[in-house]
């Protein structure tokens, strides 16, 4: 078997017979003295044992890899999402256009945030999760998706009653002033971190991905509001 041997002196790679492992000759190319290593010098990588057990009796391995299922973006399930936000889209704009009383506007946000939280829960989850790590599927999905989305709708409420408690009733209808910035900024930071943290909770995103999915819901419910001609956040 050749041994490679490298210059020292103008490194130059070459392979020499081994009979002639252990001695000293010239570089064939600078002449210079080369050192041929001897055959007990060479590091030998021998394949892992397999472990005890591992194996039948023709010596041949009985252990298979764990197979992953690739949880793939599902087209039946993105046009059934695109649907419900189409169908949503025009419902908001009906409702925009009608007389409906504040309380009946009220209850129509209140049930649409609720409707909406799980499948935009679902469909964020489809694209920001992290595959190497494995991905939920079935009902363990599903029920994630109703869990994240709840919680999602639930900080709308949050919002609305921490606001009316630090900035009266009144602040929806007659809007915040600056002098209320530092405390909306405080409450809006803290309503963020918690919906990163029920991504986080529920579909074991990274925090800053968890951000991203709860911000997803926000632009959606927000740009509702905006389509009935309401403010983007009540208050604003």
């Known amino acids: 078997m050749p041994i490679q041997v490298t210059c020292p002196g103008c ?12 001695k000293t000759g010239a570089c064939p190319k600078c002449k210079g003295p080369i050192e041929i290593p001897k055959l007990s010098d060479e590091v030998v990588i021998h394949a892992p044992e397999l472990e005890a057990g591992a194996v039948d009796s023709k010596g041949r391995s009985v252990l298979k890899p764990i197979a992953r299922k690739q949880a793939k973006f599902q087209v039946n399930t993105f046009v059934a999402v695109a649907g419900s ?18 309380q009946a506007t009220f209850w129509v946000l209140t049930v649409g ?5 799980p499948p935009i829960a679902y469909l964020g989850y489809t694209f920001l999760r992290d595959e ?19 919680v ?7 919002y609305i009653f921490v606001a009316v408690q630090l900035f009266g009733s009144d602040f929806i209808t007659e809007g915040l002033g600056m002098e209320h910035l530092t405390g909306l900024s405080i409450l809006i930071g803290a309503i963020g971190a918690v919906g990163a943290g029920a991504a986080y909770v529920c579909f074991d995103l990274e925090l800053l991905t968890g951000f991203f999915h709860y911000a997803l819901y926000l632009l959606i419910t927000i740009g509702l509001r905006a389509v009935m001609d309401l403010p983007f956040v009540p208050g604003m």
């Open 85 to 102: 936000a189409l169908l949503s889209l025009a419902i908001a704009w009906l409702i925009g256009r009608s007389d409906l009383s504040d």
């Open 113 to 117: 945030a609720i409707l909406l939280g």
């Open 11 to 22: 490194h130059t790679r070459f392979n020499v017979a081994d009979q002639h492992a252990g």
């Open 132 to 150: 190497e790590l494995g991905t939920y599927q079935g009902m363990s999905l599903l029920l994630r998706s109703l869990c994240c989305g709840g």
């Open 152 to 158: 999602y709708a639930l900080l709308w409420g949050v």
